[in-house]
């Protein structure tokens, strides 16, 4: 069942877990969601955290639309808007569909390196800039409910504000994580 943009419509911490083990396709390219961060504007990390700007008014559009920017000026990261103001990061992929594709676009890396990474995740899935504020139940996105995981948490990475903040949800003993969970707090 492609999830539809009421799914998303509601609180960051109830969309974000729910989207482990997932299937998220972009023209037919892409896997299983293992690894996702939530963020909010109450959440001093948060794009939306100062207010909307022109680069996350997406963030502030409807639910269920895929709000991309860029970081460090070369890397795209893909994230799926909830409420106003709160967005799910997509971290990481275990590839199912497309490998060759996704080969092509991130080079001869190994298939656990391929989308283990917001930035390589939108590289594999040839995603920039044009899908920002597209909803994710139309073409090109294509976004599956999965079968229930067991999920981990804990802090978020990459991060310097709200690291005590532990919004990142892993599927438990996923060998495609962006980055191994230290510490998790807690299984769901």
């Known amino acids: 069942m492609i999830l539809p943009r009421a799914f998303f419509d509601r609180p960051v911490l109830d969309v974000a877990p729910a989207l482990i083990g997932a299937t998220l396709l972009v023209d037919g390219v892409g896997g299983e969601i293992v690894e996702v961060e939530a963020y909010d504007e109450t959440d001093p990390a948060s794009h939306s955290f100062r207010g909307m700007t022109p680069r996350n008014q997406?963030?502030?559009?409807?639910?269920?639309?895929?709000?991309?920017?860029?970081?460090?000026?070369?890397?795209?990261?893909?994230?799926?808007?909830?409420?106003?103001?709160?967005?799910?990061?997509?971290?990481?992929?275990?590839?199912?569909?497309?490998?060759?594709?996704?080969?092509?676009?991130?080079?001869?890396?190994?298939?656990?390196?391929?989308?283990?990474?917001?930035?390589?995740?939108?590289?594999?899935?040839?995603?920039?800039?044009?899908?920002?504020?597209?909803?994710?139940?139309?073409?090109?996105?294509e976004v599956r409910m999965g079968a229930a995981q067991e999920i981990v948490t804990g802090p978020r990475i990459g991060i310097t504000k709200g690291l005590e903040t532990p919004w990142r949800f892993v599927a438990k003993g996923s060998g495609f994580l962006s980055k191994r969970m230290e510490n998790p707090s807690g299984a769901m």
Do not use: W
Not at 65 to 74: E, F, P, R, V
């Open 58 to 141: 997406a963030m502030f559009g409807p639910a269920g639309h895929a709000y991309l920017y860029k970081i460090y000026g070369i890397h795209f990261c893909l994230n799926f808007v909830c409420l106003p103001g709160s967005a799910v990061l997509i971290r990481a992929l275990r590839p199912i569909a497309g490998l060759e594709r996704m080969q092509a676009r991130r080079g001869t890396v190994a298939e656990k390196q391929l989308c283990s990474g917001p930035g390589k995740l939108a590289q594999a899935l040839g995603l920039d800039l044009r899908q920002n504020g597209l909803p994710l139940d139309a073409a090109p996105f």
